[in-house]
Structure formats: structure tokens, C-alpha cells
């Protein structure tokens, strides 16, 4: 009898050639014992070897020994299966979101450990022995216990999914792989999590050094709010040390000088430190999307982490807040020097003095984003885009990838109709919408060519201008041609642009200063026009094709 308290292991007492319970135990000459059906069973197979061996320690007997029934043991056991003594096995049994163990019989199954992805399997800890133990078990592929292993399993053939075809992007086993995937690109599923692994390890990358670029701009942000703050504190005590020697209407100035420079520096600080606020979030963002993807990189099931790439690396890196250029730190010295000469001069001379000092505080900022000069400059703040089949006219061909756009009238009946797509005029645009600071390219490669920007609510059917990219108030655009001819048209009115020569026009949009510019892309950037406005909601870059062949395609940048 087993003392009180002591929890006996179940799995001690069963046969390990079963694997149940034992069941008439015998004690063989090593000290094993077994079920006497499986021992007999298995040493009635080696009668004509005339070799007799015990299946765990496998030591060997050259006469057959003689089983005696273990009466200790059959005790204990028939004890354990009555439950009059107690066993850990009941702290192991799987409970809700456990997976059970598929060789476990009984109400009650075990909790598996691991799960085969050969044999489709769950074990628990004692029938997962055999795969430890059988060599031919011992190169299945093992992970941790999982539920979704009918996920794993092809639902035509009933095959495991092996293999990953890149055509369709699809889990597949090798019968699908010869029957309608036949012809497509596949590998297995190893590889692909492989190629996969890299590109995660690229994303983490790219993360870092965003991050590490981030917390750059973040100090010197953090350092130009401290000194224009320090600047205006100056600014405001050099001014009342001036007007305290003005006289009372001079006074009444300096009053309306110290409001501007502390609303200057409210809205600048104002400005800088939601800015700030901003950057300290993407960069924890940042940190965050480094540890998740660090944490996925280590995924062992190759299915689950294919399945969840697309989501994750979708995700991108890519961020609303343009690159922090900090103002040089002058800030209110100027205005300083300003007041200074004006400490001797009558109340007439100051009128005419104040426009240049309202003007200097006005014009102190602690952010100053440049406009790019060289292409490398402009490269930053490429955006890669592709054009939107369901907008475009359907004598219109895209290319595979969508980037290339070309007249060819005879895919008119291939192209179903879409309410998003232009009925009349050879036009297309592109499925990303724009704001913040973004640059593209557009090559010609045939003929006249319209590159233009548009609300996504402008017109789609008919012929009149409502439709026509440039022709109305809610696009902008370009026309140029392989004679170096330019025009800009906005809402149907047309200026002539003059410029060199080129194939490609880039084109730059700041959507908060209210600028798109147009650019002849070469060694030099070339400014052709500049439009200054207010843009009202996100804008979609489009392309406009006059003639049967003409093509015209975004440039991979």
C-alpha cells in the first residue's frame, strides 16, 4: 500500500510495448516486466531465431524463459485502476485548451506535448516515447502540441501541405502540385519560410536604423525647443530693458512686441512639441514592431508563420512625419537687433519700423523642412506606386505589375465595366492616395503623354471636362512630349512650360504647403512649373494617353 500523500506515476505501471496499463503483469530475468500476451506475442516471433531478447534493455537469452506472474505488480495495478491508490497521471490530463493526446483511451485523455507533422498525431508525454526511441519515428518533424493540425492537411487529397505554390500564393501537397498547379512556381514550405525569414530579417533591420534615425532628429528637436525657448526668454527681457527708456507711446509697443514674440514662441513650441510627442510614439511604435517581429522570427511552425507574414510584413515601416531639418538657431536675435535701433528714433520713425519687426517674429520657426534640391533629396520622399485597373479606360493595357499604361483598342470587351472607371478619355490613376511629402516618377516611352494629380471624386462618365484630367478644378497635370514641348493645365486653362528635353518627369507634392511641382528628371532636376494652392482631400497621381501605341510608365524608384 502506498503511504498517504504519496501520488503514485501511472506511467510506471504500464507495458511499454502496449503502452496501456498492465494487464497479468510477468517479471522477465533482466527485471522487466510486461503484459504476458505482448511478451509472448513478441518472443513467439523470435522462436525461429532461437534468440530471445527484451525489447527495452535488450538483453538476450538463449532459452526461452519461463513468465511468472508478478503478484506485487498485478496488485498495484488492479489498486491504481479501482482508484484506490492515487496517481499523478490526473494532474496531466488535458483540460480546456489543452490538446488531448491521440493515443489515450479512455473519458479522460492526457495532455500532448508535442504534435508530428508526419504522422498528424498529438502524444503525450509516454506515446511520444516512440518517436524518440524507433529509428524510423526519429526523423518526423516535431513541434510543440497544436489543434490545427487538420489545417496542415490538404482537403482534396487528404495529403499533407508541403509544398507552397508562389503563383497563387497557397499551401499545397505534392498531388495538387501535379494536377491543377501543375506549371507554377512552387517550393516547399521550408524554403519559402526561409526566403520569408530573410526578408523578415531585412523589415528588422530597416526598423533599427528608423529608429536609430528617429532618435536622432528627436534630440535635436528636443535641443532647438530649449534654445528658442531660451532665445524668446532673452528676446523678452532685452526688449523690456529697451522700452523702459521710450517714452509712454513706445511702451504701449513694446507691449504688443512682447505679445508677438510669446505667441510666436507658443505656436512654434506648440508646433515642436506635438511634433515631439509624435516621434516618441513611432518610436515606441518602432520598438514594438522590432520585439513582435524579433518574437515571430522564431515561429517553428512554418504554416502558422507564413500565414501571419502577409499581415505582418503588410504592416510597413512607413511613417506621416516627413524628416526633421531644425532651423539654424538664430531665432529672436534679429529681433533683438531690430529694437536696438530703434531705441533713439521718435514715435514717427517707429511706425514705419514696426512692419519689419512684426515681420522678423512672425518669421522664427524651430521646424524648417528644405525643399530638395538634387534628385538624391527628392529620393527620399519617393513613393512606389501602381495603377488602379478598375479606373482605367478600357482601351487602356497595363502592364504586369501595373505600372506600365498603354493605348491598345483591342482589350476595349476585355475590361469589365466599373464605376470606378473612366469611361471616355485614355486615363488612368493609381491606387495609393497621397498626402504629407511625396515624390514619383513618370517615363514616356511613346508619343504625348498627361501626368497629373486628381480628387478621387472627380468625374468618370462622359466627354465633358469633368472627366478630363486638367480640365477642371479638381485635377493638375502635365503634358509633355518627345519634342520637349510642355503645358501645364489646371481646370482648363492652359500655360506654356519651356525646358529642356527629356523622357521623364518627375513630380514633387508638399500637400500641407500647397505645392506640386514639376520637374525634367537627368543628371540636374529641372524646375518646369509650380503650383501653389490648397489642396482639400488626398490626391490620386494619374496618367493620360492621346494616341493608338502611345505608353507611358511610373518609373521604379
Known amino acids: 500500500m502506498a503511504q498517504k500523500g504519496v501520488l503514485l506515476d501511472q506511467d510506471q505501471f504500464c507495458c511499454s510495448i502496449c503502452l496501456e496499463l498492465l494487464k497479468e503483469p510477468v517479471t522477465i530475468p533482466c527485471g522487466h516486466s510486461y503484459c504476458r500476451s505482448c511478451i509472448q506475442s513478441c ?42 491508490l492515487p496517481s499523478t497521471s490526473s494532474l496531466c490530463y488535458a483540460g480546456p485548451g489543452d490538446v488531448a493526446c491521440d493515443f489515450c483511451t479512455g473519458a479522460r485523455k492526457q495532455k500532448a506535448l508535442m504534435s508530428c507533422l508526419v504522422c498528424l498525431v498529438s502524444s503525450c508525454e509516454t506515446h511520444l516515447q516512440p518517436h524518440y526511441n524507433v529509428p524510423g519515428l526519429k526523423k518526423h518533424t516535431l ?28 499551401f499545397i501537397c505534392y498531388l495538387c502540385m501535379m494536377d491543377e498547379h501543375k506549371g507554377h ?79 510666436q514662441e507658443k505656436t512654434q513650441v506648440s508646433e515642436a512639441e506635438g511634433l515631439l510627442e509624435q516621434l516618441e510614439q513611432e518610436i515606441a511604435d518602432l520598438r514594438r514592431r522590432s520585439t513582435e517581429l524579433e518574437q515571430f522570427s522564431h515561429t517553428e511552425d512554418h504554416i502558422h508563420f507564413l500565414q501571419s507574414y502577409r499581415f505582418l510584413s503588410c504592416s510597413g515601416i512607413s511613417s506621416d512625419i516627413p524628416s526633421i531639418v531644425v532651423h539654424p538657431l538664430q531665432y529672436f536675435g534679429e529681433v533683438n537687433k531690430a529694437l536696438s535701433e530703434l531705441r533713439d528714433k521718435l514715435e514717427d520713425v517707429f511706425k514705419g519700423e514696426w512692419t519689419e519687426i512684426s515681420t522678423t517674429v512672425n518669421s522664427i520657426e524651430v521646424l524648417l523642412p528644405p525643399e530638395p534640391k538634387t534628385r538624391e533629396q527628392f529620393l527620399k520622399y519617393s513613393r512606389q506606386l501602381s495603377l488602379d485597373p478598375n479606373t482605367a479606360q478600357k482601351s487602356l493595357s497595363l502592364s504586369e505589375g501595373n505600372r506600365r499604361v498603354t493605348v491598345e483598342k483591342s482589350v476595349t470587351d476585355s475590361n469589365p465595366d466599373h464605376p470606378e472607371r473612366f469611361a471616355f478619355w485614355w486615363q488612368v490613376l493609381c491606387r495609393e492616395d497621397l498626402s504629407g511629402r511625396c515624390y514619383w516618377e513618370v517615363e514616356r516611352s511613346r508619343g504625348t503623354i498627361f501626368t497629373a494629380v486628381s480628387y478621387k471624386d472627380m468625374g468618370r462618365i462622359g466627354r465633358d471636362n469633368n472627366s478630363r484630367l486638367g480640365y477642371n478644378d479638381k485635377s493638375w497635370g502635365l503634358e509633355f512630349s518627345g519634342e520637349g514641348c510642355y503645358s501645364f493645365r489646371h481646370n482648363n486653362l492652359e500655360t506654356k512650360v519651356s525646358g529642356p528635353k527629356s523622357s521623364k518627369v518627375g513630380m514633387f507634392l508638399d500637400y500641407k504647403a500647397g505645392t506640386l511641382s514639376f520637374y525634367t528628371v537627368s543628371d540636374t532636376m529641372t524646375l518646369l512649373h509650380k503650383v501653389q494652392t490648397t489642396f482639400t482631400q488626398p490626391l490620386y497621381p494619374g496618367l493620360c494617353v492621346w494616341n493608338q501605341g502611345d505608353s507611358a510608365e511610373l518609373c521604379q524608384l
Open 185 to 263: 512556381e512552387t517550393v516547399s514550405v521550408a524554403a519559402e519560410r526561409t526566403e520569408k525569414q530573410s526578408q523578415l530579417g531585412m523589415s528588422q533591420q530597416k526598423v533599427q536604423q528608423r529608429i536609430q534615425q528617429r532618435e536622432t532628429e528627436l534630440k535635436e528637436l528636443q535641443h532647438a525647443v530649449e534654445s528658442l525657448k531660451l532665445s524668446a526668454q532673452t528676446a523678452v527681457e532685452d526688449s523690456e530693458e529697451i522700452f523702459t527708456e521710450l517714452i509712454r507711446s513706445i511702451e504701449r509697443r513694446s507691449s504688443e512686441v512682447k505679445e508677438l514674440i510669446r505667441a
Open 43 to 84: 518472443w513467439d516471433q523470435d522462436d525461429l531465431k532461437g534468440v530471445y531478447s527484451c525489447p527495452q534493455c535488450r538483453q538476450t537469452f538463449t532459452q526461452r524463459p519461463t513468465l511468472g506472474r508478478n503478484n506485487i505488480l498485478a496488485e498495484v495495478v488492479e489498486k491504481l485502476k479501482t482508484g484506490l
Open 143 to 170: 513541434i510543440k502540441a497544436s489543434s490545427q493540425l487538420k489545417e496542415k492537411i490538404c482537403s482534396q487529397h487528404d495529403e499533407l501541405l508541403k509544398i507552397y505554390c508562389r503563383t497563387d500564393q497557397n
